[in-house]
């Protein structure tokens, strides 16, 4: 009984639930839903609609990574991206309704969406969500949100029956469901009022993430559930490969591993399994990227350079594909107990002398493709100890009754995550541009970079390409200074760029300026150079060596040219979500939208238009895939005639 209204415990129809729900706890709704893959859409998409279609009610949405499909622009991305998403995404897949309108500043005024982690770059030019913005360390969001009057939570869950009874998992999402619960209890706050969505294909994850029955208020089985969102797999470019390397030596054997998402984590994953499996090619690309030697010498003390026998215990706020391949070659392998998992195995009967127990990868919520699904589900069936869904807090801190297991389990920490920009002085940027929009969020990134401070022998390392194309063409990543900061200077510790690493700990601002040029590219040493000697952080007799002018691409393709021509370093290292002519088209596009951001960039695109070049092999079957192999009208054989400059530019 809520608010004086009786509801039913279990619903098959998600409008009818929704309805009940909204009624029983009257027209204010204050909701509280998982991030990323544990937000069920469908129920939110339900109160959504009630509240828009009714001003007397109100609704407050507090949640953080809504994922939608790609909504591309009309022209040569309409016709790559439509016919891929509808492959790849299907039919059935819903969007959140309240996160499109969002995005197009369409929120009806009753309505307030309030997330602490955006999708990265997808609202930098929506007003309602850059004002509804909160800035948030990971592990604080449970704490505020006990302050925010929170009298709906909604999840998605995996359910099993047994003799026992009914029980659910919180699968993907056990980070802030349990925390928040728990600190409302401990706040003497009323619980708010729980709904259990369940989902077939959401993996059945139990340690921590399991639950009674009774924890839920009422559970929701639709007849029908979308698939999983999958994130499609991303391909890795020379630059990407190089940072990689650098980043793997870095890796201690016996150690713990905490990794983020994207194309450069893909490199380190990628880069780890050459130094497990092919040691010495791996050894050899490094030397010869690493001309000067730094790597290598920090790889000494801080990482190495051998294949990891004792292997790798995972602890990341985020499970993603990488762990999955680390696991399948041999490296995520060193086991940990902690009480609650002890506990558990020991009434299970699953606790042997004889066999490895424990847990190799701890993480609060997973989301990649739908390979990492299933392998999280088979990895649970056929050894449940193994992987550790749990809530943020036992993740991302060393606080609590936990602290000193955490800091046994998580020796030889080496904390990978990626960051936009980095000043010479060791300032991270991750999350905002310099005029205050957010292009993601801050997430769980300060927590790792101060948990690295705290271990005896942890270090955090940030990752970023050395330059990005811009509106002015080619940007250097690393600046003199930058308007936000995400990371302190005073917690600088290791940046890695494609071009080496920079180990700026207990070092001065002279040694971290010149340490942190020794990963510039070269095209911009000498104005970074000269800034810094304005500013007085660099002796005025100070030269630039020779070594550092040879930090340009050519020179990564040269030194990792054997590897290539090994076939060791594919363009989609883990496998492509694009068939053969999508993966050909993909530089073409991605050359496009480079033009496209320069006056210069423009110029050489109109000269290729018009001298496109002689034609190259499979442009006829990528002119049928665009549905430009017979152009009908003047804006069709205008689209055909960039796209094969793309293509025969691209060759």
Request: proline letters at 6%.
């Amino acid at each position: 009984m809520i608010a004086g209204m009786p509801i039913r415990r279990i619903y098959a129809d998600t409008a009818t639930c929704a309805q009940q729900v909204a009624d029983a706890l009257g027209p204010d709704l204050r909701v509280a839903a998982p991030l990323g893959l544990g937000k069920p859409h469908g129920l939110l998409n339900a109160l959504y609609a009630l509240t828009a279609a009714d001003t007397t009610r109100s609704m407050r949405l507090y949640t953080a990574l809504s994922l939608t499909r790609p909504r591309p622009k009309p022209g040569l991305e309409a016709r790559f991206l439509e016919p891929f998403l509808r492959r790849h995404f299907g039919a059935d897949q819903i969007d959140p309704q309240y996160a499109i309108d969002q995005a197009r500043d369409a929120l009806p005024p009753n309505v307030e969406v309030h997330e602490f982690y955006l999708q990265s770059g997808a609202l930098l030019h929506s007003a309602s969500a850059q004002r509804s913005y909160i800035s948030q360390n990971y592990t604080h969001v449970a704490r505020d949100l006990v302050l925010q009057e929170i009298n709906l939570l909604v999840q998605l869950v995996a359910r099993r029956e047994d003799p026992d009874g009914v029980h659910y998992s919180l699968s993907s999402n056990p980070d802030l469901t349990l925390d928040f619960l728990r600190q409302m209890q401990a706040a003497g706050k009323p619980r708010p009022l729980c709904v259990a969505v369940v989902h077939p294909d959401l993996p059945y994850m139990s340690g921590a993430a399991e639950v009674p029955e009774s924890f839920f208020d009422i559970e929701l089985q639709p007849e029908t559930s979308p698939p999983l969102f999958a994130l499609p797999r991303l391909p890795l470019d020379v630059a990407e490969y190089a940072l990689g390397l650098h980043a793997s030596a870095l890796v201690k054997d016996g150690g713990c591993l905490q990794i983020g998402i994207g194309a450069l984590s893909d490199a380190l994953v990628k880069a780890l399994l050459l130094r497990q499996q092919s040691n010495s090619a791996w050894r050899g690309a490094l030397a010869s990227l690493d001309a000067g030697g730094n790597t290598r010498t920090l790889a000494g003390y801080l990482g190495g350079t051998a294949p990891l026998v004792t292997g790798l215990y995972g602890a990341s706020e985020m499970v993603m594909d990488g762990f999955m391949h680390l696991q399948r070659g041999g490296i995520l392998k060193r086991r940990s107990w902690d009480n609650l998992a002890l506990e558990r195995a020991s009434v299970a009967g699953r606790l042997n002398p004889a066999t490895p127990g424990g847990h190799f990868l701890r993480g609060a919520f997973f989301l990649g493709s739908r390979e990492l699904y299933a392998w999280l589900g088979e990895t649970e069936a056929a050894d449940p100890d193994a992987i550790d869904m749990c809530p943020v807090s036992h993740v991302n801190q060393l606080y609590g009754d936990h602290q000193t297991l955490a800091a046994l389990q998580r020796r030889g920490a080496r904390f990978f995550n990626t960051c936009m920009m980095a000043t010479l002085l060791g300032a991270a940027v991750s999350d905002t541009l310099e005029e205050g929009a957010v292009v993601s969020g801050v997430g769980g990134q300060y927590n790792f970079v101060a948990m690295a401070h705290e271990l005896a022998d942890g270090r955090s390392v940030l990752l970023l390409r050395a330059t990005r194309m811009g509106r002015n063409g080619l940007e250097s990543n690393i600046r003199w200074n930058y308007g936000q900061t995400t990371i302190p200077r005073h917690l600088r510790d290791i940046y890695v760029s494609e071009y080496g690493v920079a180990d700026l700990r207990g070092k001065s601002d002279s040694e971290c300026v010149e340490a942190m040029l020794s990963i510039s590219d070269a095209c911009f040493l000498d104005a970074l150079c000269a800034e810094a000697k304005a500013h007085g952080k660099l002796a005025p007799d100070f030269v630039i060596p020779a070594a550092w002018r040879h930090n340009r691409p050519d020179c990564l393709r040269q030194s990792l040219a054997p590897l290539q021509r090994k076939g060791l370093l594919p363009t989609f290292p883990f496998g492509s979500d694009f068939d053969d002519v999508e993966q050909r088209l993909l530089p073409a596009l991605n050359w496009l939208k480079g033009c496209a951001l320069s006056w210069r960039g423009k110029w050489r695109l109109l000269k290729a238009v018009i001298r496109p070049g002689d034609a190259v092999t499979g442009e006829a079957e990528a002119l049928k895939r665009m549905g430009l192999a017979a152009p009908a009208t003047w804006k069709d054989r205008l689209q055909q005639r960039v796209l094969l400059a793309a293509l025969r530019n691209t060759r």
